[in-house]
Nanobody, 118 residues
Framework: QVQLAESGGGSVQTGESLRLSCTASGSIFSINTMGWYRQAPGNQRALVATITSGGTTKYTDSVKGRFTISRDNARNTVFLEMTSLKPEDTAVYYC????????????WGKGTLVNVSS
């Protein structure tokens, strides 16, 4: 019902910035939480940041102060502004949308690679 399209990944040097975007389409319910998760080789997919339709945000400790999540509800788009990037941030970043009604169905994007070199 919902498709998520990510963009903005790429290869950068330590200390540089990058902005990821994710646009949702399909049967989108207005009350939802959108977010970003990442997965590095050998690791489990982990939370990076989430934002509710009301604007409440949540970040994993390792990105606080460096990453900023935001959304444009009219465009069904969520952004992740990443600054002061570190090699440890290297991973495939996935966009997620979760309906905050019923069973809380989740939808995932295909992912976009972020590579940070020293």
């Amino acid at each position: 019902q919902v498709q998520l399209a990510e963009s903005g990944g790429g290869s950068v040097q330590t200390g540089e910035s990058l902005r990821l975007s994710c646009t949702a389409s399909g049967s989108i319910f207005s009350i939802n939480t959108m977010g970003w998760y990442r997965q590095a080789p050998g690791n489990q997919r982990a939370l990076v940041a989430t934002i509710t339709s009301g604007g409440t945000t949540k970040y994993t400790d390792s990105v606080k102060g460096r990453f900023t999540i935001s959304r444009d509800n009219a465009r069904n788009t969520v952004f992740l502004e990443m600054t002061s990037l570190k090699p440890e941030d290297t991973a495939v970043y996935y966009c997620r949308l979760r309906r905050m009604i019923g069973s809380g169905t989740e939808y995932w994007g295909k992912g976009t690679l972020v590579n940070v070199s020293s």
